[in-house]
């Protein structure tokens, strides 16, 4: 059983669009995150969520938004896609909030906006 | 701000020798010192970490040392296996932020 898992693996689509993220934790863990991965691969916190709460807000446009439905789930919604979206966006858990807490990742979603 | 510079890669090696993968970090105060390890088709995973300075982390062979006086927390292995192919990144967690700042990562390739 996949411990975070996110959905799609791959996401292609035309600039416009608005696309979803899904992401699932089963680990029991508190606390959520979305990074997003640049073209120079660094990672960086978009999000967090700790038990439905939203705690880091990122300097995101608003075209970015998540949702936390349960602490289990972390969806990251994208309106009118633009091209500089493009990314590798990776859902995170942790056990609760602290820097100290071990991350655990889910295997990413590779968009590709054309 | 804080920030995480890696060594570029790709690093390509033979199985058996001998690894260091470059960190170095700006920070105030006394960060928080980690290396995440990504395998092929998989999420990062955490490899070890360091919270206060001189303390070394280790993990299936790998260690780093957290060293303030040059902010720096170098990766080392011994002898690399195939099997740690991979991309590593170094993160720095701060108490003032409740998240942690990545390096770019540094994609490790080991040859037969």
């Known amino acids: 059983d996949t411990a975070v898992s996110q959905t799609p693996k791959y996401l292609v689509t035309q600039m416009g669009n608005d696309k979803s993220i899904k992401c699932e934790q089963n680990?029991?863990?508190?606390?959520m995150y979305w990074y997003k991965q640049d073209s120079k691969k660094f990672l960086k916190i978009m999000f967090s969520?700790?038990?439905?709460?939203?705690?880091i807000n990122e300097t995101v446009p608003n075209r970015f938004s998540p949702k936390s439905p349960d602490k289990a789930h972390l969806n990251l919604h994208i309106n009118s896609l633009e091209l500089g979206d493009s990314a590798v966006y990776f859902c995170?858990?942790?056990?609760?909030?602290?820097?100290?807490?071990?991350?655990?990742f889910g295997s990413g979603t590779q968009l590709s906006v054309l | 701000g804080n920030s995480v510079t890696q060594m570029e890669g790709p690093v390509t090696l033979s199985e058996e020798a001998f690894l260091t993968i470059n960190c170095t970090y700006t920070?105030?105060?006394?960060?928080?010192l980690f290396w995440y390890v990504q395998y092929p088709g998989e999420g990062l995973q955490l490899l070890l970490k360091?919270?206060?300075?001189?303390d070394k982390g280790s993990n299936k062979g790998f260690e780093a040392t957290y060293r303030k006086e040059t902010t720096s927390f170098h990766l080392e292995k011994g002898s690399v296996q195939v099997s740690d192919s991979a991309v590593y990144f170094c993160a720095l967690g701060h108490t003032g932020r409740r998240a942690l700042t990545f390096g770019s990562g540094t994609r490790l390739q080991v040859q037969p």
């Open positions: 995170a858990s942790s056990l609760r909030t602290g820097v100290n807490e071990k991350l655990f």
């Open positions: 680990l029991g863990h508190d606390t």
């Open positions: 969520y700790n038990n439905k709460e939203l705690i």
């Open positions: 360091a919270t206060k300075a001189d």
């Open positions: 920070a105030t105060g006394y960060p928080s």
